[in-house]
T-cell receptor, first 111, second 115 residues
């Protein structure tokens, strides 16, 4: 079962930062936080992941709270092409576990 | 290939028929997953292959569903005696190893419609 909680939908104005929250209050010490997104009619796409430190790549930034019970995915300058369902997932790397996808957050980027 | 390839991209079948869905993972990837996604729903785990280990079949919804992976590469998901509730997008994903820090690469899926 998914161990994360996300709001079902969010709106963001084009060009503004999109901040997508995720709660994972039961996360274990060896579980990473992963973010994927799924644009309509496509397979999910990896965005970013982290353990406890904040992470940044060319797509997004990931902010993980000190207690690791929640995190925020930040798209610094949202575009219309960022409209998608964003999934927050926790899993143990190196273990034979499956990714459990919850319901995700539908991000609507508006002009 | 450059990505995970799935075929066919669309499949319409009559209720009661058997169907086979194919997944070609990225060359060298040892971990392979099948998921399905019903309309407007999240992803549902079906089955997982890792190298030569016995597959994890815990997500298969019934004994009408089966999957195999030949030679550690191509995988086929078979649905026997299809039902209308089997209609969904079936997604395959692969990873270099299960410990791949960069997650999984998904294919574009096979849209199955049972009429």
């Amino acid at each position: 079962d998914a161990k994360t909680t996300q709001p079902p939908s969010m709106d963001c104005a084009e060009g503004r930062a999109a901040n997508l929250p995720c709660n994972h209050s039961t996360i274990s010490g060896n579980e990473y936080v992963y973010w994927y997104r799924q644009i309509h009619s496509q397979g999910p796409q990896y965005i970013i992941h982290g353990l406890k430190n904040n992470e940044t790549n060319e797509m997004a930034s990931l902010i993980i709270t000190e207690d690791r019970k929640s995190s925020t995915l930040i798209l610094p300058h949202a575009t219309l092409r960022d409209t998608a369902v964003y999934y927050c997932i926790v899993r143990v790397v190196g273990d034979f576990n499956k990714f459990y996808f919850g319901s995700g957050t539908k991000l609507n980027v508006k002009p | 290939g450059a990505g995970v390839s799935q075929s066919p991209s669309n499949k319409v079948t009559e209720k009661g028929k058997d169907v086979e869905l194919r997944c070609d993972p990225i060359s060298g990837h040892t971990a392979l997953y099948w998921y399905r996604q019903s309309l407007g729903q999240g992803l549902e785990f079906l089955i997982y292959f890792q190298g030569n280990s016995a597959p994890d079949k815990s997500g298969l919804p019934s004994d009408r569903f089966s999957a195999e992976r030949t030679g550690g590469s191509v995988s086929t998901l078979t649905i026997q005696r299809t039902q209308q509730e089997d209609s969904a997008v079936y997604l395959c994903a692969s990873s270099l190893t299960d410990g791949d820090n960069y997650g999984y690469t998904f294919g574009s899926g096979t849209r199955l419609t049972v009429v």
